[in-house]
């Protein structure tokens, strides 16, 4: 069975400080990784996705995500970090099954604060 | 613009009386989905449709129905809602390649009370 952990309910940063926002997951195959910010009132905003290829991938708004098949991660980061980057972060996983696709697990979320 | 809008934003009802929330997308998209928002929970994926007239469970789609009669939109139906199924309700909808959907485009929300 598919599954996603975000370990962390919350994160506190400074401004300027560099992020990561931790997400594992579990899937029998090949993952589909999603990072989703959700700002308050708002919709769910597409950050980035982890394919295929290179392991860093470069998403909004100065995000990037590391894929690490050995551990099973996909860590949300941002070198500095912005007050406006508060917001509620979802990671999600979905397998890769040709034809079949379709089901998507979402993490619990974490809350990023970043302080002045 | 592109967009997945929501029909109702807000609603308030009372246990046992039938209710649908509709989700409509101008993109084109053959997958759309519903998820459900709760509280140390993330999303949970209700139901999905890889196109017309193609549905799926997700993991929760107890007391949940949902159609797909045309592209853009997947109403999300409760037929006797309970207070359990009080909560933040999002459709999305994305394209589908061949190993699966994308990444999706969300509907602003659908705040649900049953009293």
């Known amino acids: 069975a598919q599954s996603v952990a975000q370990p962390e309910d919350q994160v506190n940063v400074a401004e300027g400080n560099p992020l990561t926002v931790k997400c594992t997951y579990s899937v029998s195959g090949n993952p589909y990784l999603f990072w989703y910010v959700q700002y308050p009132n708002r919709g769910l905003q597409f950050l980035l996705k982890?394919?295929?290829?290179?392991?860093l991938v470069k998403g909004s708004y100065g995000f990037e995500a590391e894929f690490n098949k050995s551990q099973t991660s996909f860590h949300l980061k941002k070198p500095s970090a912005l007050v406006s980057d508060s917001a509620l972060y979802f990671c999600?996983?979905?397998?890769?099954?040709?034809?079949?696709?379709?089901?998507?697990?979402f993490g619990q979320g974490t809350e990023l604060s970043v302080k002045p | 613009e592109a967009q997945v809008t929501q029909n109702p934003r807000y609603l308030i009802t009372v246990t046992g009386k039938k209710l649908t929330v509709t989700c409509s997308q101008n993109?084109?998209?053959?997958?759309m989905s519903w998820y459900r928002q709760d509280p140390g929970l993330g999303l949970r994926q209700i139901y999905y449709?890889?196109?017309?007239?193609?549905?799926d469970k997700g993991d929760v789609p107890e007391g949940y129905k949902v159609s797909r009669k045309e592209k853009r939109n997947f109403p999300l139906i409760l037929e006797s809602p309970s207070p359990n199924q009080t909560s933040l309700y999002f459709c999305?909808?994305?394209?589908?390649?061949?190993?699966?959907?994308?990444?999706?485009?969300f509907g602003p929300g659908t705040r649900l009370t049953v009293l």
């Open positions: 999305a909808s994305s394209t589908i390649t061949s190993a699966g959907s994308n990444e999706q485009f």
């Open positions: 999600a996983v979905r397998e890769v099954i040709y034809n079949q696709g379709g089901k998507l697990i």
């Open positions: 993109m084109n998209h053959e997958y």
């Open positions: 982890y394919i295929t290829g290179d392991n």
């Open positions: 449709s890889m196109n017309v007239e193609v549905t």
